[in-house]
């Protein structure tokens, strides 16, 4: 009997959650240009629009180069921060990971209001690669989580097996501690790379509107009226998100990847 009321618990759950997505869904495929549920029709003109429509076209690709440049930078900048970490060179240096934890950590629109005033202050505001940079430091958290979760995988005795064998700091970064944090630097990667594609805040804090991402588009085309096409893009954003994750699920560990341990690690 609490077998089946666990079912039946988590199942009106995941009915729940998956509602809102279930409605969105069913709109953009709307053949009219309504807000209505059920659909009136079937249509997937509204997908179609994204990549013929200029506008909606441009957006995307803005949206694309934005998440792949500052997901690239976070990860620059993560990746020699947790082999710093790891080695622990210096007694201070739980303050990087602290700074290095803090821009996610803070409300969304703390940091896009100092990026804002920094941006305005030195007189680059509205540049497109101010975005960029916004985004790799607001998202910088999880490649250096992940990264620091590949790290302390790391059984310390290869290190020193090489290093005795006469392999500088470089060599043994590339022969040895590179090909087994990888994974880790993947998975980094795409987390970053989805968050900043549906992103919405630090962009128009940076930029304005003078790089229109798809967040940014949605937002400006709400103020003339409504369109399913602003539900596709939802649907495209949660289609991304839930083929990336799956990615990482099946060729990485997701739950130690999300901060999970096996219970001999405890």
């Known amino acids: 009997m609490n077998t089946l009321l666990t079912r039946i618990y988590f199942a009106l759950i995941g009915i729940f959650l998956a509602a809102p997505i279930v409605v969105v869904a069913g709109v953009s495929v709307n053949v009219k240009q309504s807000l209505t549920f059920p659909p009136q029709g079937f249509s997937l003109a509204w997908y179609g629009a994204i990549f013929t429509d200029t506008g909606w076209r441009a957006a995307f690709f803005a949206s694309v180069v934005l998440a792949l440049a500052s997901a690239a930078l976070a990860v620059t900048i993560a990746l020699p921060l947790a082999w710093f970490l790891w080695r622990r060179i210096a007694p201070w240096a739980n303050i990087f990971q602290v700074l290095g934890i803090a821009p996610f950590t803070l409300p969304p629109v703390i940091t896009a209001l100092g990026l804002l005033t920094f941006w305005a202050t030195t007189g680059f505001y509205g540049q497109p690669w101010t975005a960029v940079i916004g ?104 289609a991304v998100a839930a083929l990336v994750f799956g990615l990482v699920a099946r060729f990485g560990d997701l739950p130690k990847l999300l901060g999970a341990m096996a219970e001999d690690e405890r």
Do not use: C, Q, W
Not at 172 to 197: D, E, K, N, Q
């Open 135 to 238: 985004h790799a430091i607001f998202f910088v958290t999880l490649p250096l989580v992940t990264l620091s979760l590949g790290f302390s995988a790391i059984d310390r005795s290869l290190v020193e097996a090489a290093a005795t064998m006469g392999a500088d700091d470089r060599t043994v970064f590339r022969t040895v501690v590179l090909p087994l944090i990888r994974p880790y630097l993947v998975s980094g990667y795409a987390f970053a790379f989805v968050l900043s594609l549906n992103e919405y805040i630090v962009a128009y804090m940076t930029v304005g509107f003078t790089m229109e991402t798809l967040p940014i588009k949605i937002f400006n085309a709400l103020r003339y009226g409504y369109t399913p096409t602003m539900a596709s893009v939802t649907i495209l954003f949660v």
